[in-house]
């Protein structure tokens, strides 16, 4: 199937220049123009925007690939997506899907015609309008392009598990520079060519930034070509200025280059394969600017970084400038191009895709249209049994039960489903997929190695980046998955999640937009537990980041213990359009709730422990203890416990909270609680110290807008950590047993007179730790042995 003629006639290449023409004509008339869109008078100040925003440099490229890829679409009946990583080229790909009519499919408003093309470009990047960049209501796209870095993990994510799909991803020079771009090369080695589609990398080099030089803009092509075959790819080069020439060339390469997809697919899936694949990259060397202002002002425009956004600026102090845009806009031809109603010519027409062909309408852009619901057995198969002889009595590690439920996922959803964590399935104990799916690595395989395979679907890189966004790429397109990852390091991948969350939020706004598989993280690892990773490794950040977030789109969750873990997981997994947050750690610890109980309590998003506290019916306790999260919970209940034994009188009630998000009043957030069922969880008057897994800084600035704030005492991590033992740990930030005891003492002052006796044992049972710990390197066996006994002893 080699491509070895030269691939277009004449009529073929300016057909292709034609369309490319239109297309640069649509992006500068989107970044200048609000009025006189086809030139029919001559241009007048009155027609440009008094504010000029939008990014010119990149699109030229961008337009170049985009009707290329169409000839390939349509001769190869390809299934393919568009993902444009150069930040700002929005005009571009709107240009593009406007020509092809996909645009209007998606916004009738916006019409093929002179009406249709004056609102495209007075919407662009004007109050009320789009924005400049590849976003949520480009038709299309999966990929925002705002912050640089992600379109190659985003490509890969979106081909997992789609054999048919071609992601072409465009990655601009500038953004090849950023530490996630850099690290997502590797995502070939993780693409097995019988089950999954392809990726084909268009690096475009245009040789500038915004205001500098690019570092492999100023590479050689033997350089690049040493670079990107270390990397595993057979890479190809498209240089040059001349458009016509530029069109042979690419016309030829582009075609080699899915030609060798094409044989790469078949043979994989005729015959098998033993090595990888090199799979094909284009390096597409053109000018910035390609096509705009040669000079401006005697300096230098095209080719350099002044053509990075507005060539032509202060048009209305510099009315030379106008004439040259005119002169710019008029060098493209466009009554060639557009009828005299202002739509394409039939000869531009006939080059685009039909259908969901078209880049702009391919179901894929849209994944929510593929969704399919997960195939989930009935969680409460999997729980422990816990009655009223072991609660908070046995010790078991929640995330490996939460395994055994994932590992059937992965057996009823073979297509859909995906793990995805940095080398560290095992670790975080969710070790049972592995009896469903190997570790995947398209790559050599020893026979020492532990589940790993070409076949295997549990995708383990040690870089959060990549996991992020293939995960991102994959529900984008309409699968299901989880990232899990030790709770300190989320915060690697916190602009990540908040860009994910951005596309989530616009995309609620956008009524075609059909909704996606939730993004659900697994934090564990936690911040309570890494005694032996020490203070690098106890960070509860992420939660902050995310807590910021429009309530449309956040979900957090602190499951207690196991059977509570599973209900909140298989929620998860049947959600959509959420990020949902599931923090709970990987140590054995207590177990609390049977199935029913947790299933009544996380639905209820908080709830009080009875059998925890001992207020009497029908009257107020004296102080509420609060908790959020499994160490939390563990020392509120063992605070509780000390509490009854020396201070029976003292009337405690428990609320143990699953649901951060039931916090704010209802109108803040939807799983916000009515004020009445707060008020019967909290009271209205008396104290509540509130245990929390993370910074007391968040259950704080969710409870603002309820009344009586100031009865809320919250402890939680306050930055104080190091390699020390789990007990030392809640010492060191003051929510131990010990400091919580002490804490109720100060809310409850009445009960001071009989409780000297008590303070003295505390304070002693701290210096005994303190002794304790330093001498044996270990927890007190009065801790480490504690078991709930309802104030016993």
Request: glycine share 8%.
């Amino acid at each position: 199937m080699a491509v070895t003629r030269q691939p277009l006639d004449q009529e073929q290449l300016e057909r292709l220049d034609a369309w490319w023409r239109a297309a640069n004509y649509l992006t500068v008339g989107q970044i200048y123009l609000k009025d006189n869109p086809l030139l029919e008078r001559p241009l007048e100040l009155d027609d440009v925007k008094p504010r000029l925003l939008g990014h010119w440099g990149t699109s030229p490229g961008l337009n170049l690939i985009y009707v290329h890829a169409n000839r390939l679409i349509k001769a190869y009946d390809l299934d393919a997506l568009y993902l444009a990583g150069p930040g700002h080229g929005g005009p571009a790909l709107l240009a593009n899907v406007w020509l092809e009519n996909s645009y209007t499919e998606h916004f009738p408003e916006v019409t093929r015609d002179r009406t249709g093309m004056r609102r495209l470009f007075r919407q662009f990047s004007t109050p009320g309008g789009i924005p400049s960049h590849v976003s949520v209501p480009t038709p299309g796209s999966i990929h925002e392009g705002g912050e640089l870095g992600y379109v190659l993990t985003h490509a890969y994510g979106a081909v997992f598990d789609n054999p048919d799909l071609i992601a072409i991803a465009v990655v601009g020079d500038g953004e090849a520079e950023t530490g996630p771009l850099e690290g997502s090369w590797k995502g070939n080695k993780f693409v097995n060519p019988t089950r999954d589609g392809a990726v084909l990398p268009i690096l475009h080099l245009n040789g500038y930034k915004i205001a500098g030089p690019t570092v492999l803009g100023r590479e050689d092509d033997e350089r690049l070509t040493k670079y990107f075959e270390g990397h595993g790819y057979s890479p190809r080069f498209v240089e040059g200025d001349d458009p016509m020439a530029v069109h042979q060339q690419m016309a030829e390469v582009l075609e080699q280059a899915v030609v060798d997809i094409l044989e790469i697919r078949q043979r994989a899936r005729s015959e098998g394969f033993d090595t990888r694949p090199e799979w094909p990259m284009i390096v597409l060397r053109t000018p910035k600017g390609w096509t705009g202002p040669s000079e401006v002002d005697g300096k230098q425009v095209e080719g350099t970084f002044r053509s990075h956004q507005v060539p032509l600026s202060g048009l209305r102090d510099h009315p030379e400038h106008l004439r040259q845009l005119e002169a710019w806009l008029k060098s493209y031809r466009p009554e060639e191009l557009f009828d005299q109603q202002g739509q394409p010519v039939a000869e531009l027409l006939e080059l685009a895709p039909e259908g969901n062909r078209r880049m702009g309408s391919n179901p894929h852009a849209n994944g929510g249209t593929l969704r399919e619901p997960l195939v989930l057995r009935d969680w409460r198969s999997y729980t422990l049994e816990i009655d009223e002889t072991n609660r908070a009595r046995e010790r078991h590690e929640s995330t490996r039960v939460l395994g055994g439920m994932l590992r059937d996922v992965y057996l009823d959803n073979p297509h859909s489903f995906r793990l995805f964590c940095p080398d560290e399935t095992n670790s975080n104990r969710l070790g049972a997929v592995f009896e469903a799916s190997d570790r995947c690595l398209v790559s050599t395989i020893h026979d020492y190695d532990d589940h790993v395979s070409h076949q295997g679907r549990v995708m383990e890189v040690l870089s959060e980046h990549n996991c992020h966004g293939w995960l991102e790429g994959y529900v984008l397109t309409g699968r299901h998955g989880i990232f899990a990852t030790y709770e300190a390091f989320a915060t690697i991948i916190d602009s990540m999640a908040i860009q994910h969350a951005k596309w989530l939020e616009h995309a609620c706004d956008v009524p075609w937009r059909a909704p996606i598989p939730s993004l659900n993280y697994l934090l564990t690892s936690t911040c309570w537990r890494n005694d032996h990773n020490g203070f690098s490794h106890q960070g509860p950040g992420f939660i902050d980041s995310l807590i910021s977030k429009r309530p449309e789109v956040v979900r957090i969750y602190l499951p207690p213990d196991a059977n509570c873990l599973l209900s909140v997981a298989d929620h998860c997994l049947n959600s959509v359009n959420y990020l949902n947050a599931i923090v709970i750690d990987k140590q054995p610890q207590m177990q609390y709730l049977n199935a029913e109980e947790a299933s009544a309590h996380c639905a209820a998003g908080a709830s009080i422990w009875e059998w925890a506290g001992n207020e009497v019916e029908g009257e107020e306790p004296d102080i509420v203890m609060a908790c959020a999260g499994d160490i939390p919970t563990q020392e509120t209940l063992a605070a509780i416990d000390l509490l009854l034994q020396h201070l029976p009188e003292l009337k405690i009630r428990m609320v143990n909270v699953v649901d951060l998000m039931m916090l704010p009043p209802n109108d803040r957030h939807p799983h916000g609680a009515s004020q009445e069922k707060f008020n019967a969880l909290f009271t209205t008057s008396k104290p509540v110290l509130f245990t929390f897994h993370g910074y007391p800084g968040v259950v704080h600035q969710l409870l603002h807008g309820r009344a009586s704030t100031e009865r809320f005492h919250v402890r939680g991590y306050q930055e104080e950590g190091t390699t020390t033992t789990p007990f030392d740990m809640v010492v060191l930030n003051r929510i131990s047993r010990i400091h919580l005891c002490l804490d109720v003492l100060r809310y409850v002052p009445d009960r001071l007179e009989k409780a000297s006796a008590f303070i003295g044992y505390l304070e002693n049972l701290l210096d005994e730790h303190l002794r304790y710990t330093r001498e044996n390197f270990d927890d007190l066996p009065e801790i480490t042995d504690w078991r709930w006994s309802g104030g016993k002893g």
